[in-house]
């Protein structure tokens, strides 16, 4: 039996009583269990496991995964689950990290920066914290777009700028570099794009940068999904 404190990122269900959950877990990363007869009325472990909850559990490993025996809820984010639009941010989250973890590989990186912004989630603007988290997440991973440079001619941006984006070279391509089938991204959304590389530090107290990132967000989060997207074809 193992011990392990993690976040439920899935759940699928498996037959009429058995649910496979998916845990994104500190210690052994994201591991792929099985808990039997958890449908069924008397099951205790059931009400246990709704996220979002930080969940306490021990296993039994099996095959490619394990059998979940035993969880206990050690912290449950109720602003988180009684927010819709928290709840969306958070669950948005649960499915970035199962597309971008391997299974049974500990990442210390993106486990404490999922586990700072679900706090954060808690108490800031879950807009915000959405922008911050995607941008730190990108970060991580190593493929954030380069926004301080023309990726084909390496001059530097003005203030500003419009710019088009091209996934392909990993960043922004100045106007002058423009081809024919250019995908020209607005001015602000260029300009928060560049204050997130920049320095996130003080953002949260920055009301320009505010202000400017929920009239953008829609469109933000579209763009970065899209990016996400473009990249899961070569992870």
């Given at each position: ?19 496979g ?153 100045c ?14 959304l ?25 009239k ?20």
């Amino acid at each position: 039996m193992l011990r392990a404190t993690g976040f439920v990122l899935k759940k699928t269900t498996i037959g009429d009583f058995d649910v496979g959950y998916c845990f994104f877990t500190k210690k052994y990363g994201k591991i792929n269990l099985t808990a039997r007869s958890v449908k069924k009325p008397l099951s205790k472990l059931a009400g246990q496991l709704e996220p979002p909850s930080l969940v306490n559990f021990i296993f039994s490993p099996a095959g490619n995964g394990g059998i979940l025996t035993t969880a206990l809820a050690k912290k449950s984010f109720l602003k988180i689950r009684r927010d819709f639009d928290k709840l969306n941010v958070y669950l948005e989250w649960c499915s970035m990290i199962y597309d971008f973890t391997f299974e049974k590989q500990k990442d210390d990186k993106i486990w404490h920066l999922f586990k700072s912004h679900v706090q954060m989630l808690c108490q800031k603007n879950s807009f915000i914290t959405n922008i911050l988290f995607f941008n730190a997440f990108l970060n991580t991973l190593g493929f954030n777009l380069i926004s301080d440079r023309c990726v084909n001619c390496q001059k530097l941006f003005a203030t500003k700028t419009s710019v088009s984006y091209d996934f392909a070279r990993g960043g922004f391509v100045c106007n002058e570099c423009l081809g024919k089938k250019s995908n020209i991204i607005s001015r602000e959304l260029f300009e928060i794009i560049q204050m997130l590389h920049a320095d996130t530090k003080d953002l949260l107290g920055d009301e320009y940068f505010i202000s400017i990132a929920l009239k953008n967000y829609s469109s933000l989060i579209i763009f970065w999904q899209r990016y996400l997207k473009y990249i899961k074809n070569f992870y």
